[in-house]
């Protein structure tokens, strides 16, 4: 067995067909330009996988950049579509799955990414005088780095040998170990090894990369991915440095934005890169990397009768300025220019004159943030650029930032946020458990001159007042309830484990049978929430109770064992 490959039993796996591949990847598409269809899907694998036509018209818009891009060559880019209603995911998998990674990287519910490999090539054989083919992997994984890594690998082979290369890749994948928080695997496809170790929600935020196996003698060796979705950061950001604390506060406060590139890969990363700035807080709004004007949700989100939803739209057609003229806050991104040596930077600019299709690069937004700049990293970061520090070191000193920074607003939070827990000894076996107290905002508010970010931040400004919009964001109604929840599982594993050391036994010899039966389909219905919920508790704790459950039915009158038995 692989050291680094789950141990775990996979039986549910060997009776599903496509398990191991559905636990990476719903499918693979192959979407084509047909001259009298326009975009159409040639070929979806596995063949068996149910794509709606909504999906799958969704697919083929998404997976070719607009006509204004005029992307030659290959592209590459990401996108992410709403899931048909109605559609039942595995749902044991994604709650194991997403119960140990991080918000972050937890398993999407009710939407679908796409990574595209997009080739346009000149081809005087066909009609249009043109190749136009994408390849797409689309997942519930928000692994960037590793799908676009992987598509690196297999779209330039598939471009040439096409759908039997297709079948053997998907083959491949469905060989490898699933996708378990907190391991290092190796994924072998098409002659490489990948390694790659899948984030946990125990690992410490900002930890080390991961480090490379010498313990393995594989042939061929793996090719180390030291992360699977991080993006570099300074690349995506480099036009808006300056603007950074701007944005960080847009992201946190889900305001609606819109990002206008001249193409899908710099939209796609920029929105991506801006979601994943306010990491570890899990960004609970919508995001779409690249959106279109066929998308299912534009009439939704562009109308003017209400105002803007919490959304974040990267977009490339022109057509789009005159559309998003009522948004709050519009990021148009231009060519990189530089001035000198250093990327010129674009300006804050009035929303009004967001008018023209030839509208500047520019940040137009009336915004005043509430926390002042930090100009001591950007003259780091702009320093590193004239001594041509690589970028991977630049991403690295802004991802630092950006967590930090992070950090330093929610630990007040996650401080009072664990004040609201009930004593442990208030926990007994005989009661249902306490509840949590309320989450008081102004309570709340009261600590923060003793205990707020200024502890851990130098940034200076208004953090009240920033804290107050907070909790009118999605993003504080996501991190309360996702807090919440996980508190009130630890309450009930604090319970049951209470249970299990009291003298069970010794209390039902005085009792009455149907006291008895009582005590024993309240523990059934523990047991069978613990088991759904995945609640974690001391090893053997969920037998034990088990095993005393029947031990005690075994002791009452036989027709009552039938009852208790059947029930």
């Not at 996988?49 to 799958?56: A, G």
């Not at 598509?151 to 699933?178: G, R, T, Y």
């Not at 208030?426 to 309320?438: A, E, F, G, L």
Request: aromatic share 10%.
């Amino acid at each position: 067995m692989n050291p680094f490959d789950s141990g775990s039993p996979r039986q549910e796996e060997s009776r599903c067909p496509w398990a191991r591949f559905s636990s990476w990847l719903e499918c693979v598409c192959v979407v084509t330009f047909d001259l009298e269809l326009g975009q159409a899907i040639e070929l979806v694998y596995p063949q068996d996988v149910k794509l709606t036509e909504k999906e799958k018209t969704s697919i083929c818009y998404l997976s070719f950049p607009d006509s204004y891009s005029g992307c030659l060559g290959d592209t590459q880019f990401s996108f992410r579509l709403r899931q048909s209603f109605g559609r039942r995911a595995a749902r044991f998998r994604d709650d194991v799955y997403n119960r140990d990674a991080p918000v972050i990287l937890q398993r999407e519910v009710s939407h679908f990414f796409g990574y595209v490999y997009f080739r346009q090539v000149k081809d005087v054989s066909v009609k249009r005088g043109y190749f136009q083919k994408s390849l797409v992997l689309v997942s519930r994984l928000p692994y960037t780095h590793l799908f676009h890594s992987l598509l690196q690998i297999i779209a330039p082979e598939f471009f040439e040998k096409l759908e039997p290369c297709l079948e053997a890749v998907c083959n491949e994948i469905d060989q490898w170990p699933s996708p378990i928080p907190g391991l290092t695997l190796n994924l072998p496809v098409m002659g490489v090894v990948l390694q790659v170790r899948i984030p946990s929600k125990a690992d410490k935020p900002g930890g080390s990369p991961v480090k490379p196996m010498a313990k393995e003698n594989l042939l061929p060796a793996p090719t180390l991915l030291p992360t699977i979705h991080d993006l570099d950061l300074f690349k995506c950001f480099q036009p808006v440095l300056i603007h950074l604390q701007m944005l960080w506060e847009l992201m946190l406060l889900g305001e609606p934005v819109v990002v206008m590139a001249l193409s899908p890969t710099v939209s796609s990363e920029t929105v991506l890169a801006l979601v994943s700035s306010i990491s570890p807080l899990k960004f609970c709004c919508d995001f779409r990397p690249y959106f279109t004007i066929h998308d299912n949700e534009f009439r939704e989100y562009t109308t003017r009768t209400q105002a803007p939803p919490n959304v974040i739209l990267g977009v490339t057609n022109p057509f789009f300025i005159k559309t998003f003229q009522n948004w709050p806050h519009v990021v148009r991104l231009g060519e990189l220019r530089m001035a000198g040596d250093l990327p010129k930077q674009v300006k804050v600019k009035k929303l009004s004159k967001l008018k023209t299709l030839d509208t500047k690069p520019g940040i137009y937004t009336a915004y005043k943030t509430f926390l002042h700049k930090d100009k001591i990293l950007i003259k780091r970061l702009l320093k590193g650029i004239q001594r041509k520090r690589p970028s991977e070191v630049q991403s690295a000193i802004l991802r630092r930032h950006l967590l930090e920074l992070t950090q330093s607003f929610i630990i007040p939070l996650e401080r009072y946020m664990a004040s609201l827990m009930p004593l442990q000894r208030s926990v007994t076996p005989w009661k249902t458990p306490p509840q949590i107290r309320p989450f008081s905002q102004d309570e709340f508010m009261s600590t923060v001159d003793h205990t707020g970010p200024q502890l851990t931040s130098v940034l200076k400004g208004d953090w009240m007042g920033l804290y107050r919009k907070f909790f009118r964001s999605p993003n504080f109604d996501g991190w309360y309830r996702q807090r919440h929840k996980e508190m009130t599982q630890k309450l009930e594993s604090l319970h049951l484990e209470v249970i299990c050391e009291a003298d069970l036994l010794g209390w039902t010899k005085d009792k009455s049978e149907v006291e008895i039966a009582d005590l024993i389909l309240k523990l059934r219905e523990k047991l069978t929430k613990a088991h759904r919920q995945q609640l974690q508790v001391k090893d053997g704790l969920l037998d034990h109770l088990d095993s005393f459950i029947n031990s005690i039915i075994s002791s009452l009158p036989e027709d009552l064992q039938t009852v208790l038995t059947n029930h």
